[in-house]
């Protein structure tokens, strides 16, 4: 059983994704803001982190940065409203294994969630 | 022969042939003379002629509109320019009272209150109406016509058509009001495609989880396809607003301060602010959109002057920050004004809050998603006593190698 850690400031993202994972049969923690994510991170390792870039209290990169920085390899999905962000986040800042963008397509998600647990 | 004192002399004959001689030589002089004196004239004449043309060569080849008014108010300079304007020939105006021509009324006024202050006019905007009906900006300077002997002798108003550059200026602030469209935009779409999120991805859950009907599936299927559609129509809308894509170029912060600093300097002198710049020399190279840059930190300087009392500071500063081995770039706009209430301070950046009786309330929302963005983030620093600081962090982290 995988260990996924989801984080979004929506309650409603973290629901659906909670649903679409724990179906799929993983363990999902949920948190709200990019500072727990770290206190998350450095208690425990994961299998994979979706991570909404636009959280009140820490940017999307200093949170990707904080993450690599603690654990290097663990996959990170990168979830944005903005389209045009993705080359930004997968090939130059070059510490994310994939960028998805709001609405999510369920489909396409949890082929990539598939992919990266592999 | 000698004279009876014994003076050599000429013979009397000869004397008077002398006399003759000399009033002939006298004569002959003065001839001369007064055809030197003629052609001096003439050619004085010619002279002042000349000058003359030349004079009304330029008042006629000018620009500009040049009215003179002796002391008694009346025409005694109106040239081409005014002419054309007013619709009325010098030969209509010159001697006659200013007074005398109602379209000419706002110039008049001018004049003669220069003539009574004594003191010039720099520059005023009026509107005046033309000949044929039509109303035109008019900028209008006026001075005091001085002779050194004669003391004050009237006045002068020169005046230019100003049409071509309030259109210009009517376009510029068009566009400008075009582009902020354009961001505010980018702003909703991206406020809508949050409750989107939700209503797409649990209408896909119903999908996956649900089946009570061929019926009833289909009405989800409606749900989620629609969905999706909004969302195609969201990318629509943010194209048809020609949100141009950020254009990416090594920024000059040095440059992008002074530029802010030059188009608000006016404004804060008139409120009694004094703005400062304080740029690091040590900032890493970083690349963006100075465009959009450019507009954050007009926009945040715009706030704090609104926001500062005559003897306050503004502080517009960029630095060096680095964390985890990236630099950062920290620009933050400092000023000692009113400071922003506590209870307001989450608030601020959400879209349509504002405070203001005249604002659109997305110039914060609008900050912040250039800073997103651009990878980096806007914060905000505020209290009531001391005033407020933004602060946008921006990562240098374009050109970071892969992992």
């Given at each position: 059983?995988?260990?996924?850690?989801?984080a979004?400031?929506?309650?409603?993202?973290?629901?659906?994704?909670?649903?679409?994972?724990?179906?799929a049969?993983h363990?999902?923690?949920?948190?709200?803001?990019?500072?727990?994510?770290?206190?998350?991170i450095?208690?425990d390792?994961?299998?994979?982190?979706?991570?909404?870039?636009?959280?009140?209290?820490?940017?999307?990169?200093?949170?990707?940065?904080?993450?690599r920085?603690?654990?290097?390899?663990?996959?990170?999905?990168?979830c944005?409203?903005?389209?045009?962000?993705?080359?930004?986040?997968?090939?130059?800042?070059?510490?994310?294994?994939?960028y998805?963008?709001?609405?999510?397509?369920?489909?396409?998600?949890?082929?990539?969630?598939?992919e990266?647990?592999? | 022969?000698r004279?009876?004192?014994?003076?050599?002399?000429?013979?009397?004959?000869?004397?008077?042939?002398?006399?003759?001689?000399?009033?002939?030589?006298?004569?002959?002089?003065?001839?001369?003379e007064?055809?030197?004196?003629n052609?001096?004239i003439?050619?004085?004449g010619?002279?002042?002629?000349?000058?003359k043309?030349?004079?009304?060569n330029?008042?006629?080849s000018?620009?500009?509109?040049?009215?003179?008014?002796?002391?008694?108010?009346?025409?005694t300079?109106?040239?081409r320019?005014?002419?054309?304007?007013?619709?009325?020939?010098?030969?209509?105006?010159?001697g006659k009272p200013?007074?005398?021509n109602?379209?000419?009324?706002?110039?008049?006024?001018?004049?003669?209150?220069?003539?009574e202050?004594?003191?010039?006019i720099?520059?005023?905007?009026l509107?005046?109406?033309?000949?044929?009906?039509?109303?035109?900006?008019?900028?209008?300077?006026t001075?005091?016509?001085?002779?050194?002997?004669?003391?004050s002798?009237?006045?002068?108003?020169v005046?230019?058509?100003?049409?071509?550059?309030?259109s210009?200026?009517e376009?510029?602030?068009?566009?400008?009001?075009?582009a902020?469209?354009?961001?505010m935009?980018?702003?909703?779409?991206?406020?809508?495609?949050?409750?989107?999120?939700?209503?797409?991805?649990?209408?896909?859950?119903?999908?996956?989880k649900?089946y009570?009907?061929?019926?009833?599936?289909?009405?989800?299927?409606?749900?989620?396809?629609e969905?999706?559609?909004i969302?195609?129509?969201?990318?629509d809308?943010l194209?048809?607003?020609?949100?141009?894509?950020?254009?990416?170029t090594?920024?000059?912060?040095k440059?992008?301060?002074?530029?802010?600093?030059s188009?608000?300097?006016?404004?804060?002198?008139?409120?009694?602010?004094?703005?400062?710049?304080r740029?690091?020399?040590?900032?890493p190279?970083?690349?963006?959109?100075?465009?959009?840059?450019?507009r954050?930190?007009?926009?945040?300087?715009?706030?704090?002057?609104?926001?500062?009392?005559?003897?306050?500071?503004v502080?517009?500063?960029a630095?060096?920050?680095?964390?985890?081995?990236?630099p950062?770039?920290e620009m933050?706009?400092?000023?000692?004004?009113?400071g922003?209430?506590?209870e307001?301070?989450?608030?601020?950046f959400?879209?349509?809050?504002t405070?203001?009786?005249?604002?659109?309330?997305?110039?914060?929302?609008?900050i912040?998603?250039?800073a997103?963005?651009?990878?980096?983030?806007?914060?905000?620093?505020?209290?009531?006593?001391?005033?407020?600081?933004?602060?946008?962090?921006?990562?240098?982290?374009?050109d970071?190698?892969?992992?």
């Open positions: 059983m995988k260990r996924i850690l989801v979004d400031d929506e309650v409603n993202i973290r629901l659906l994704f909670d649903e679409v994972l724990t179906e049969g363990e999902v923690i949920s948190v709200a803001t990019g500072r727990e994510v770290v206190r998350k450095i208690k390792d994961y299998d994979l982190i979706i991570l909404d870039i636009k959280m009140p209290d820490m940017n999307g990169l200093e949170v990707v940065q904080k993450i920085e603690l654990k290097k390899t663990t996959p990170i999905i990168v944005s409203a903005f389209k045009h962000l993705e080359d930004d986040y997968v090939f130059n800042v070059g510490r994310v294994s994939a998805i963008t709001k609405p999510v397509n369920l489909q396409e998600f949890k082929a990539k969630v598939n990266l647990l592999a | 022969m004279s009876f004192l014994g003076t050599p002399c000429l013979p009397p004959c000869a004397l008077f042939q002398g006399k003759r001689r000399t009033k002939e030589l006298f004569e002959q002089r003065l001839r001369h007064v055809e030197a004196a052609v001096e003439l050619r004085a010619e002279s002042a002629k000349i000058l043309e030349y004079n009304e330029i008042l006629a000018l620009s500009s509109g040049v009215l003179v008014v002796d002391l008694n108010g009346a025409v300079t109106f040239n320019v005014a002419s054309s304007l007013f619709g009325a020939p010098a030969s209509t105006m010159i200013l007074r005398d109602p379209r000419l009324e706002p110039l008049e006024r001018l004049l003669s209150r220069t003539m202050t004594g003191v010039n720099r520059r005023n905007e509107v005046i109406t033309t000949a044929d009906g039509r109303e035109i900006p008019l900028g209008v300077s001075s005091l016509l001085y002779s050194q002997t004669t003391g002798n009237g006045a002068i108003a005046f230019t058509d100003l049409s071509q550059t309030k210009l200026e376009r510029v602030k068009h566009s400008e009001k075009l902020i469209l354009g961001e935009a980018a702003v909703m779409a991206h406020e809508i495609r949050n409750p989107l999120n939700s209503i797409a991805g649990f209408s896909q859950l119903l999908q996956m649900i009570v009907s061929d019926k009833l599936r289909k009405y989800v299927d409606i749900i989620v396809h969905s999706f559609r969302d195609d129509l969201i990318s809308i194209d048809f607003a020609h949100q141009k894509k950020n254009i990416i090594l920024i000059d912060f440059a992008l301060a002074d530029q802010v600093l188009s608000k300097q006016a404004l804060a002198a008139r409120k009694g602010v004094v703005i400062e710049t740029i690091g020399d040590d900032l190279a970083f690349r963006g959109d100075s465009v959009r840059l450019e954050v930190m007009l926009n945040l300087v715009n706030n704090a002057l609104d926001a500062t009392d005559s003897g306050g500071l502080t517009l500063s630095i060096r920050a680095d964390h985890n081995g990236i950062w770039i933050t706009v400092a000023d000692t004004g009113c922003i209430p506590p307001n301070l989450e608030d601020i959400k879209p349509f809050f405070t203001k009786q005249a604002g659109t309330g997305l110039g914060l929302a609008i912040q998603k250039i997103e963005e651009h990878l980096g983030k806007v914060t905000v620093t505020s209290d009531l006593l001391n005033g407020t600081v933004f602060t946008l962090s921006l990562p240098c982290a374009r970071l190698p892969a992992l």
